[in-house]
């Protein structure tokens, strides 16, 4: 995705794990909060199921203030074309270069505080928490 979006900016990639939001456990999320603490790097994208993103921010929120990370994903699977997902990682990887230290939410052109927004699966968009 990197390589389609001609990004050109440095970047180091792990992946920890290719799961369905729905079927992450509590162990699966604090192995990223564990690979978040560890990094020396700062500023962190992280892609992540659409579903339970919330759910990861929060955890992240509840133990790490001294990074900026963006999690982003999309609400069409890349997989199936005509996804949402390379604008997103776009957006998020532009975001966590910008932004201050802080849990944060990239998708549709919006950039939310992970705590101020909320999936609408009705409408098939994100948005912010009343």
Not at 63 to 68: D, G, L, S, V
Not at 77 to 92: E, I
Not at 99 to 127: H, M, S
């Amino acid at each position: 995705m990197l390589d389609l979006g001609r990004c050109k900016i440095d970047v180091e990639i792990k992946n920890l794990m290719l799961k369905d939001s729905l079927d992450m456990k509590e162990i699966d999320r604090k192995l990223i909060l564990d690979t978040c603490l560890q990094t020396k790097v700062d500023k962190l994208v992280i892609t992540h199921g659409t579903d339970t993103m919330t759910k990861t921010a929060k955890l992240l929120a509840e133990n790490i203030t001294n990074k900026t990370i963006v999690f982003t994903g999309a609400m069409i699977p890349y997989k199936f074309g005509a996804s949402d997902g390379l604008f997103n990682l776009g957006s998020a990887l532009t975001a966590v270069q910008t932004l201050q230290n802080g849990i944060y939410i990239a998708i549709n052109g919006n950039i939310f505080k992970w705590n101020e927004v909320k999936k609408n699966r009705e409408k098939g968009i994100f948005e912010l928490t009343n």
